[in-house]
């Protein structure tokens, strides 16, 4: 292995804060990227739900008002 012990891949020469926070934000940014589809997904069927309602609300006062009640 190119390092000698686990602490010195770690340090990296000094240049293992900036190696390790590039690897973090690297794998932050694909997550999201990778979960933000789902949330989409979640947030569209939540709306169209609700829009659903919202019309069958409607189409059933319609009914009410053309049958004279």
């Known amino acids: 292995m190119y390092f000698d012990s686990f602490k010195a891949m770690l340090v990296m020469d000094g240049h293992g804060a900036y190696v390790w926070a590039a690897y973090g934000l690297t794998l932050l940014v694909l997550s999201l990227v990778l979960a933000a589809p789902g949330r989409r997904r979640r947030r569209l069927l939540r709306e169209l739900r609700g829009e659903l309602r ?13 049958s004279g009640s």
């Open 54 to 66: 919202r019309q069958a609300r409607h189409g059933t006062k319609e009914a009410a008002y053309a």
